[in-house]
């Protein structure tokens, strides 16, 4: 295995646009030299444009694909998106539990671009309660990171940023890395957050346009700078940088958001030549 890519076991729902979720994760992954290994977690139709619906995949199927897999295989990290039900975070939660040392990352997806729900009330709780104590880094934009943060009582949802950072670590993630894509600035601020405080934090060029998949990118580039090795501030500061690449190389193939172009290093020097 001495010159193997480290392997990345991913747990998300498809997307058949390839936009986002599994497919997104599974392009990010190899794009940055890991090998992706997945665990179906839902069924969803969509398109660049938005969700339609989507089917959760059966608890037992979860659990049994992620066994077989991590029986066979020496997982370096492990990925989570949408995870499709308060059965499957349990069943997933069960699993990573007996892996303590492997980094997890975990993108919270709440919504699509567009709106359409993942996640409700129960679904945070479960995650909050099951998943976040096993969380090595935890990938939030600011409207997300808000609504896992609050608590009952809060007056208003404008909280400050550290504040709701600080209260997602005080349940159990050891990182959160929230992302300004949905914050009403001139760029793009990344700030990263332990129990300690603010460790860092990036500004990029805010991109025209509306990306499908973007947060999705994010978090598996996290995942794969893990997985080969880096320490926790290099991991972001790289996984930023190619998820901006991606993003400022992204296109439009339907009708709807672009899309990240995650293999934008293996066009970047063509010249047109075979």
Request: glycine share 8%; net charge negative; hydrophobic share 45%.
């Amino acid at each position: 295995m001495s010159d193997a890519p480290p392997i990345v076991l991913v747990f998300a729902a498809t997307d058949p646009s390839g936009g986002a979720g599994m497919q997104a994760d599974v392009l990010t992954l190899a794009a940055m030299g890991c090998h992706p290994v997945t665990v179906v977690t839902g069924l969803t139709v969509q398109d660049t444009i938005g969700v339609e619906a989507v089917l959760p995949i059966d608890p037992e199927w979860v659990s049994d694909q992620a066994r077989c897999v991590l029986e066979d295989m020496p997982v370096a990290a492990f990925k989570l998106g949408v995870l499709g039900s308060v059965e499957n975070i349990a069943a997933i939660a069960e699993v990573v539990s007996d892996y303590p040392d492997v980094p997890l990352v975990l993108d919270p997806v709440l919504a699509s671009g567009r709106g359409d729900e993942f996640a409700g009330d129960e679904l945070i709780a479960a995650m909050r309660e099951m998943l976040f104590p096993q969380t090595t880094i935890l990938t939030p934009n600011v409207v997300e990171a808000r609504r896992l943060a609050a608590n009952e009582g809060d007056e208003s949802d404008e909280l400050e940023e550290r504040i709701y950072a600080q209260r997602i670590v005080q349940l159990g993630c050891q990182y959160v890395l929230v992302t300004g894509t949905h914050a009403n600035t001139p760029k793009v601020i990344n700030t990263l957050y332990n129990q300690d405080g603010i460790v860092r934090s990036d500004s990029w060029e805010r991109l025209a346009g509306s990306y499908h998949g973007a947060g999705c990118t994010l978090a598996a580039a996290v995942a794969a700078t893990l997985a080969n090795g880096l320490a926790m501030e290099e991991a972001v500061r790289d996984a930023q940088e190619f998820t901006w690449q991606s993003l400022k190389q992204g296109f439009r193939p339907g009708m709807g958001q672009h899309i990240p172009d995650r293999m934008f290093w293996a066009r970047e020097n063509d010249d047109g030549k075979d």
